[in-house]
Nanobody, 126 residues
Framework: QVQLVQSGGGLVQAGGALRLSCAAS????????TAWFRQAPGKGREFVAA????????YYADSVKGRFTMSRDNAKNTVYLQMNSLQPEDTAVYYC???????????????????WGQGTQVTVSS
């Protein structure tokens, strides 16, 4: 059974950092494209970052570029999102997502991903 279990959210002051984890079971992360999305209160889900299955390319939303870093540990079957210089506008529920086949030109679209984590709350206070 495929399962994505997230951890690492919480409350942090502006300028602080958090690291989110997404542990996969039932799949091999090195064979799956992975992405992070977030949903702020009252807003739709938006793309944050994505990594191709090969791990050779990582893509970021303009709003997080230079502050967030996505990485993967294939030995642990876990994907990470390191978030630095957090701002109140980063407050949201963050979701990891995976799919084996993703159209590269659409890697930022949530409809490309069939497997989703349970979500984890990140709250940044000003």
């Amino acid at each position: 059974q495929v399962q994505l279990v997230q951890s690492g959210g919480g409350l942090v002051q502006a300028g602080g950092a958090l690291r989110l984890s997404c542990a996969a079971s039932g799949v091999t992360t090195s064979r799956y494209a992975t992405a992070w999305f977030r949903q702020a209160p009252g807003k739709g889900r938006e793309f944050v970052a994505a990594m191709r299955a090969t791990g050779t390319n990582t893509y970021y939303a303009d709003s997080v570029k230079g502050r967030f870093t996505m990485s993967r540990d294939n030995a642990k079957n876990t994907v990470y999102l390191q978030m630095n210089s957090l701002q109140p506008e980063d407050t949201a529920v963050y979701y990891c997502a995976m799919n084996q086949w993703v159209i590269l030109s659409a890697i930022e679209r949530e409809d490309q991903y069939r497997m989703w984590g349970q979500g984890t709350q990140v709250t940044v206070s000003s």
